[in-house]
């Protein structure tokens, strides 16, 4: 009976086919559109890192004058705080970093020297936010505050100097000294980029890593963002580090939630403590935001995003009002079929059903359409956004949900003008009109 | 009245000429009561056609009511279907979407006539063929001599000079039939001039005249002698051969 | 023709005017606020920036050799830069306006902590930034030679005096007399400087910032191996000189590497990629939409239409012209147009209220509504032509065939 509906559908689809090009074509437009936006959407707002995203927490301390006027503590931590939570080792994990540039001089002289961002970190960065690696390893926590000179290049970087070789304990002149190359990661990429929201959401992975302790050596300075509450300093490094400017970016990992109760204990004493000597003059005002909190709170997902979203839901509507009008029209113009079939004896559910196969087919060649009109519509949305490389590809559960969608959509469409016409009684269809 | 004149229509397809009607004259007098017979596909319907302006015809003159009407364009052929000709339609053709005073008032539309002189004639003409109480309903609550009824009523309402039927029992059934017939008599004795297509020989009887049509040509007319009423009962064996 | 019967017609044959009715509404709803966001992303990109960015180009040096000297490097480059055929003008700077990274501070009218402050966007050039970035000067001078600080990156000192632009002036000093006043830049207000000049516009860094006019410009050129030079070219040479600028920068000194030679107004349209974005997006679901409805308007009007063949012909039959049957149904569309608009009218203000509330989309003005329910109803007849013009086609005569 299926395979019949099927071919009944087929030869009603090559009768009317500029009506079943509008149907589908409309179906398509609706389903590529939202395909489209969806897919932007669900990739700006997906989790980067699912199996831990409880278990990492961004620190935030209120260590602002009085004048700030913003609700929410800074996003970052001063140098003083970020070595002191570090020095106190109160998590499982925990990593204080920020990113800097770096003249990267390749070991290959033909290549010029050129600019690398460098994540200045903790080797407890890598296990903590799961960094996959394809050669070495990180290095050791000892040397995270030795000074020693080593350093973790990203995949990118390797192939750019070594070929993709494996170039674990090969020397690199970065900016006037020597490293010592310990790892290289596998191709990593995490969307978005959960554990810097500072600087571009979607932006690439840094070139290489090198450890925390050699920002006073190296005299290290953040590229991304600084704010300062009070002055930056005497001008000395050392009076900059000293200063109330908010550059690192620290996190811990706690596997539960007394661990995270017992650490905010930890942070609102030590801001106790600190208010003693006259700093963190504003009422106690720390936080512990988990991954998916923590990208809520700096609105990963543009907002621009949602509203398209939501505006193509509508479209969405628009394309099915439209597909049930044609269908109405379609089957309406049948009706003396209908009649017939009835008359020979075809119950109601029966013909209910061939009705629903056929808007099925439709829905089905729409859902492709829309496919391939997504397809499209995310290549442009790829040249249109920045970074849109990352947000901007079909994946297979969008391939899925869009098929999904189509057919739920023509079924939904289909069901009213299909409902219609088997009401009528079957003498009606009959009667010459 | 009406006097068409060596009329020509040939309907062409890529394949076919077919000459509908050819060389066909006809004269019909003002008042008169005229039945067109003939068989399926004899131009009947061709005849009915040019005669109500509906289609242009090939070669020939067509007068109607004093006017040359052969060469007139088709906004001027619309003018002259809604002033000077009523229809009555073997489908009825009743518009269903519009109420019994809808469908009456439609050809009226199609003229500058105030609302107030509208209104009369439609309620005069639903008047006249006694549904004027069932204005509001639309034709499909309305059985098929209903249905017939208004639109002789349509076709009133315009004040026609010639009323053109085709077939307008060919639907019904005898009793109701007969109530059609019966008010297109007192139509025609009240002074409009029908013309009654029909391949039926007892309502071509009620006719003053019958006229039979065989491949587009007018075969012989033959006035109906014993106008202008003939009880049913007795069919004349010469009338219906033709 | 009058309404009312037509009207009537359409109500008793109401599933397909309904659904063709709430397409419009829907599409009005999406259309108005569409048009409304591309136009006001548009307006927001389109701003003046006061600055000549179409013929403006920034180059990045890095001096990594131990030999590499700063300050004499960058004189040779600025002597080089500003020699060069086509070039307008050249001038050493810390951060590149609407670029998305900058120096941002605050000045206040007086010394001291708590003092209420104005924040903004501090540029640093020397005696050629103002003809390079190609600000207009409306009051005041120009920087001297003799006032240029020469800084070392850890250096914090401000010098004794600034160049703002006249939304920063008003903004510190709303009685218009900024010029020659004192202002004091940075944490409790530690750097007093003299306003010496006002600049009609200037944009800073962040474009989609409040402050985004309220630029300082501070003479510093900082002594060290990253730095930045912004160079103005005649109209239309910036292309050529871009590539010739980078060729003679890269060859003139081995103790360093020239990089991101990039147009200002490149860095622009990056900063406004997302904006552009969703203007185009919108572009093309509105695009879209229309034709979608258009085609919806053309499918149920031919469905009508085909359904009407034998009361089109009666109506000519009775005496229609072909006109009055054209007008019949341009006039049945028209007020499924209008019931449509109507409800979409309400609807797009519902769909923007909810925009409002849910993302950060301004209100809606009024007059978008009025125009997208012009555009639908001429969308609407015209899309209804097609099927009207094949509809006055139907010969009269079908009134006589009997099937």
Redesign the interface.
């Known amino acids: 009976m299926f395979i019949y509906n099927l071919r009944l559908a087929w030869l009603s689809v090559r009768r009317n086919p500029i009506l079943s090009v509008l149907m589908v074509g409309a179906i398509a437009i609706g389903i590529g559109v939202s395909t489209t936006t969806l897919t932007v959407y669900h990739l700006m707002s997906g989790n980067p890192i699912p199996d831990k995203s409880n278990q990492l927490y961004a620190v935030q301390l209120d260590s602002r004058s009085k004048e700030a006027t913003s609700t929410d503590p800074p996003t970052q931590l001063n140098y003083r705080d970020a070595m002191a939570l570090m020095h106190a080792h109160r998590a499982t994990r925990q990593t204080a970093d920020y990113i800097t540039s770096l003249v990267v001089h390749p070991p290959r002289v033909e290549q010029k020297p050129f600019y690398a961002v460098a994540r200045v970190a903790l080797s407890d960065f890598f296990p903590m936010f799961e960094v996959p690696f394809q050669y070495g390893s990180p290095w050791e926590k000892a040397d995270d505050e030795s000074g020693a000179q080593v350093a973790v290049l990203s995949h990118d970087l390797n192939q750019k100097l070594f070929g993709g070789a494996n170039s674990v304990g090969k020397s690199l002149q970065l900016g006037d000294r020597t490293f010592r190359i310990v790892g290289v990661l596998a191709p990593w990429s995490p969307t978005p980029k959960f554990y810097d929201l500072e600087n571009n959401h979607f932006g690439d992975t840094e070139d290489l890593f090198i450890p925390f302790g050699l920002t006073v050596p190296m005299q290290l300075q953040s590229s991304g963002n600084t704010n300062c509450y009070g002055s930056a300093g005497d001008g000395t490094f050392t009076g900059f580090l000293n200063s109330e400017c908010n550059w690192i970016q620290f996190w811990v990992e706690l596997p539960t939630q007394a661990d995270r109760d017992s650490y905010m204990q930890f942070l609102n004493s030590y801001v106790q403590e600190q208010k003693r000597v006259g700093r963190f003059p504003r009422p106690l005002d720390n936080r512990l935001q988990n991954v998916t909190e923590w990208l809520n709170f700096n609105h990963v997902v543009s907002d621009d995003s949602r509203a398209l979203v939501a505006l193509a839901l509508l479209f969405l509507g628009v394309c099915m009002l439209n597909t049930i009008g044609l269908i109405l029209a379609k089957f309406l113009r049948r009706s003396p079929e209908i009649g017939l079939r009835r008359a020979l004896g075809a119950r109601r559910s029966v013909l209910f059903r061939q009705y629903l196969v056929e808007v099925g087919i439709i829905g089905v060649a729409g859902g492709l359409g829309g496919l391939l009109l997504a397809w499209l519509g995310l290549w442009g949305v790829r040249n249109l956004i920045s970074d849109g490389a990352r947000i901007a590809h079909l994946d297979w559960l969008m391939v899925g949900a869009a098929l999904l969608l189509a057919l739920a959509a023509s079924i939904a469409a289909g069901i009213y003008p299909a409902w219609r016409v088997i009401r009528m009684a079957p003498a009606a269809y009959l009667k010459v009109q | 009245m009406l006097k068409m004149q060596n009329i020509d229509k040939i309907y062409r397809t890529d394949v076919v000429q077919t000459h509908a009607l050819s060389s066909f004259s006809l004269e019909v007098r003002e008042g008169e009561f005229v039945a067109i017979m003939g068989p399926s596909g004899s131009g009947k319907?061709t005849f009915?056609?040019i005669a109500?302006?509906?289609?242009t015809f090939d070669a020939g003159t067509y007068v109607l009511d004093g006017k040359d009407v052969s060469h007139l364009n088709?906004?001027q052929r619309?003018?002259i279907?809604?002033?000077r000709i009523g229809?009555i339609?073997?489908?009825f053709?009743l518009?269903?979407?519009?109420?019994v005073y809808?469908n009456v008032?439609?050809?009226l539309?199609?003229?500058s006539m105030k609302a107030p002189e509208r209104d009369r004639r439609i309620r005069e003409a639903l008047e006249t063929v006694g549904l004027a109480s069932r204005m509001k309903h639309?034709p499909a609550q309305l059985s098929g001599g209903q249905q017939q009824r208004v639109a002789i009523a349509?076709a009133l309402a315009?004040e026609p000079r010639v009323l053109l039927a085709?077939e307008p029992t060919?639907n019904l059934d005898s009793l109701m039939a007969r109530q059609v017939l019966d008010l297109l008599e007192s139509i025609n004795d009240a002074g409009t001039t029908i013309v009654m297509v029909t391949h039926d020989p007892e309502l071509a009887r009620r006719a003053h005249r019958s006229v039979h049509v065989l491949d587009g040509q007018l075969i012989d007319t033959q006035a109906a002698e014993i106008a202008p009423f003939q009880p049913e009962s007795e069919v004349e064996p010469d009338a219906a051969r033709g | 023709m009058a309404l009312h019967p037509i009207l009537s017609a359409t109500l008793r044959n109401k599933t397909g005017a309904i659904l063709i009715a709430l397409q419009i509404a829907i599409t009005l709803a999406i259309v108005c606020n569409a048009v409304f966001i591309i136009n006001e992303r548009l307006d927001q990109i389109g701003r003046p920036t006061g600055m000549d960015v179409d013929n403006i180009f920034v180059i990045q040096s890095v001096g990594f050799s131990p030999k590499y000297n700063p300050a004499d490097a960058r004189r040779m480059d600025m002597d080089m830069l500003r020699a060069m055929p086509g070039v307008v003008d050249a001038a050493p700077i810390s951060d590149i306006p609407l670029s998305g990274g900058g120096w941002g501070d605050a000045l206040a009218t007086k010394p001291g902590e708590g003092v209420s402050e104005q924040s903004g966007n501090i540029f640093t050039v020397d005696t050629h930034g103002l003809n390079a970035f190609g600000l207009k000067l409306v009051a005041g001078r120009n920087f001297r030679p003799d006032e240029i600080l020469e800084e070392d990156s850890q250096s914090t000192d401000f010098p004794k005096v600034v160049i703002v632009t006249r939304a920063m002036a008003d903004k510190l000093f709303p009685n218009g007399d900024a010029l020659g006043k004192t202002v004091y830049e940075g944490a409790g207000g530690r750097h007093a400087a003299t306003i010496i000049g006002i600049v009609e516009r200037m944009q800073g860094a962040w474009v989609h910032w409040t402050g985004l006019e309220r630029s300082v410009l501070a003479p510093i050129v900082y002594n060290q191996s990253f730095t930045r030079y912004i160079v103005r070219t005649e109209p239309g040479r910036r292309d050529a000189v871009m590539q010739a600028a980078r060729q003679k920068l890269d060859t003139s000194n081995p103790g360093r590497f020239i990089q991101k030679v990039r147009s200002l107004a490149d860095y622009r349209a990056k900063s406004y990629a997302d904006d552009t974005a969703m203007a185009t997006m919108l572009g093309v679901v509105t695009a879209l939409i229309l034709t979608i409805t258009a085609f919806g308007i053309v499918g149920l009007a031919s469905f009508s239409v085909n359904q009407r063949i034998k009361q089109i012909g009666t109506r000519r039959a009775l005496g229609a012209r072909r006109r009055d049957i054209v007008r019949y149904f341009m006039i049945e569309n028209w007020m499924i147009t209008s019931i449509g608009v109507v409800v979409g009218s309400a609807l797009a203000v519902g769909v923007n209220f909810w925009l409002v509330n849910l993302f950060s989309i301004e209100p809606l003005t009024w007059y978008y509504i009025p125009v997208a329910i012009l555009a639908l109803w001429v969308l609407g007849l015209l899309a209804v032509m097609g099927p009207a013009l094949r509809a006055a086609r139907v010969p009269p005569a079908i009134a006589t065939r009997t099937v």
């Open positions: 319907t009915l056609n109500g302006l509906l289609e088709d906004d619309s003018r279907r809604n002033e229809f339609f073997q489908g053709n518009i269903p979407d519009l109420n809808e008032d439609v050809p539309r199609y003229r639309v349509r315009g085709d060919g």
